[in-house]
């Protein structure tokens, strides 16, 4: 399968919900596989928070206007899963995926220009909410004539986004499958995000979001993403993956010392994080994660209301909980889960045993592939 590049759809000028405007905005994405006659074998598939819309294959180069494409990135996130033959099978499906608006990888983001400035939007970048995502992906499936997606496929925040997909269109897609997401963002996730916003907005390099033409918040930025990895791998894996070395991180300590190789190990997580992401576009982003609520982004009186349109549009859901994850807990795909049933949608939900955690869906592709070819071949 040859590998693609980034490629730039235009959107115009764009109102958001809460108010916000962005001049000339646009969204990266890019495709694999081929589109079938009838524009029936499409897939939309959605990234994580920090993910990019190269989901598979080899890309070394950097998409346009974008200056943090670390090596880490140049591999597909989810090459074991998406590709010939595989679980996503790109020798029969038409896979998409797009950079996030208010990304950092090509799309309109914090660190782009303003047309009307000439100047980096920075702190004018208006907060996103996971609505407006989806309001700029639509234009994308009109792009290619697609009125109907066989499936999406989101993981983690990117479940949130295929679950108001399919509420907010249901005429636009026909199979469902949101993994280790939620319904709505819990109170104890709200808290560590918030714990992350502060990191960032208290560095002293941040400048209420303009930091473009001075130095980055990279310290603010790395304590967030340390926050936030202790969410995503497991404490086992953590010890496993935990270097024998100790590190000392002199930027981000002066009278602390390193004492253990944990400490180090995290030390390295959150100041390589900061070398392939931008604060601003981190921020956005766990704003809108901490205000999710599927009803509120679909427009629905209620969970039976929102989600009755997708019983009615004849979707089918694949649920995917990991019973490690303390990201997204399995409670929270059990609420999603109630809500379809009580809607009377075609549901199942699978439990991932797994001892890796939340990144269990990025490492251990052959826990899901049985279940997603079984539904992306009905």
């Known amino acids: 399968m040859p590998d693609t590049t980034s490629s730039i759809l235009p959107l115009g000028d764009l109102t958001l919900r809460e108010g916000g405007r962005i001049p000339s905005a646009q969204i990266a994405y890019a495709t694999w596989g081929t589109l079938n006659a009838d524009k029936s074998n499409a897939i939309l598939i959605f990234h994580a928070l920090s993910g990019t819309h190269h989901v598979s294959g080899h890309h070394p180069e950097a998409p346009a206007g974008c200056d943090l494409w670390a090596e880490e990135l140049h591999d597909g996130w989810w090459n074991e899963m998406v590709g010939p033959g595989k679980a996503i099978d790109t020798d029969r499906f038409f896979v998409i995926c797009a950079n996030y608006l208010g990304g950092c990888y090509g799309s309109s983001g914090p660190a782009s220009i303003n047309p009307e400035t000439g100047k980096p939007f920075g702190s004018t970048f208006p907060h996103l909410n996971v609505a407006d995502l989806i309001e700029t992906q639509i234009p994308l499936l009109d ?53 992350q916003i502060l990191a960032i907005e208290n560095d002293k390099h941040f400048n209420g979001g303009d930091y473009y033409e001075n130095e980055d918040p990279r310290i603010g930025l790395a304590l967030a993403r340390m926050i936030s990895h ?97 990201c997204f807990f399995p409670e929270e795909q059990a609420e999603l889960v109630g809500h379809l049933e009580a809607a009377e949608v075609d549901t199942m939900h699978i439990t991932v045993h797994s001892a890796k955690g939340h990144d269990s869906f990025l490492l251990e592709p052959e826990l899901y592939t049985p279940h997603i070819r079984e539904l992306l071949a009905d």
């Open 143 to 195: 792009h290619f004539g697609i009125d109907k997606l066989h499936s999406a496929i989101g993981p983690s925040v990117g479940g949130l986004l295929a679950i108001t997909l399919a509420t907010r269109h249901p005429e636009r897609v026909a199979r469902v499958i949101p993994i280790a997401t939620g319904f709505k963002t819990t109170v104890l996730n709200r808290l560590i995000l918030f714990e």
């Open 230 to 326: 202790k969410t995503f791998v497991h404490l086992d894996t953590f010890e496993k993956r935990a270097r024998e070395k100790l590190v000392e991180e002199e930027e981000m300590l002066s009278w602390f010392q390193v004492r253990d190789t944990f400490q180090s190990y995290m030390l390295h997580q959150g100041k390589k994080f900061t070398e392939r992401f931008d604060a601003n576009t981190y921020l956005r982003i766990i704003d809108m994660w901490s205000r999710y609520n599927a009803v509120i982004q679909g427009d629905a009186d209620s969970p039976t209301d929102l989600f009755k349109r997708c019983q009615e549009a004849g979707q089918k859901f694949l649920v995917f909980s990991i019973d490690s994850d303390f």
